[in-house]
């Protein structure tokens, strides 16, 4: 079974480099005459502070400074973190999740081929099964062949022994009435119908054994050509089980396989920064909020 390479998943990580914020703040001067105290309270309130003060013919000026959050620029910065950290972070799931498809892929691809090559042995197999059957097929018919051909002759050396028997009798006989000087033509016919009688219950007691016997290996021919026939239905059928039990199993395991992938694919939920939160944290930072400035003095 060929191996998979495996993608490598190290990650380099990421040193973050010390970041400035001075940008994100701006000076701020307002130059205001003559205010009141409760105006002095509210710009207080508001992060002004006091940097120095100029007599005037008929009053005074006032000159306060703050220091602010530039939204915009602050906006800026976050934002162009925010778009190289989800640009990188959509690059490395992207990567990681195309490696982990490549690598079912190339299992799946992998299995099917080995599945492919336990196909190609199981009709192999099969082959080779099928050709043992036809010659156990054949060397059973040549059997049965040779077997047939003896029953044909079964018996006729009986039947030629019964006859010379019965004519070795039958001028033993003759020659016996000659000797004696009874033979005539009545005693010579009684003579040859004892003998043929008794020719005539030996031919049939050679036909009835020969009968037997031929019946007897006919019914054994029978019984193993069924139990043959009924071995090899069985043998054929269990291998066609087989067959198909490998078969199903290659193919359950292939559809596992993509099961597993598309589970995968299905599963994915990418999460990165929020840009929302962001945005959020921004308003919270404004102008007119006392944690959007600092003291100016």
Known sequence: MDKISLPSFTLVPQVIDDIS???????????????SGSHRALLEAQGWREAEGTYLPNGYRYKFKRTVLDIESTLNAMVADYVEAINKGVADNNTRYDSIVTLWSTALDKAE?????????????????????TLMSNDYTSHYTTMSGILDDYGDGA???????????????????????????????AMTTRVEAERTINLAKVADMVADKKLSVEEHLYQVTFNFRSKLINAKERLVEMLNTHSITRLNLRNKIVELLNNFVERRTDVYPDLAAITGIVSELGAGNPGGFTDGE
């Open 21 to 35: 914020v001075t940008n994100w703040f701006k000076p701020e001067e307002l130059e205001i005459e003559n205010i």
């Open 113 to 133: 081929d080995e599945f492919n090559l336990r196909e190609n042995d199981d009709e192999a197999y099969e082959n080779y099964i099928d050709s043992v059957v």
């Open 159 to 189: 039947v030629a022994d019964v006859n010379t028997a019965s004519d070795i009798q039958a001028s033993a006989r003759e020659d016996a009435l000659i000797a004696s000087g009874f033979y005539n033509a009545f005693t010579a016919g």
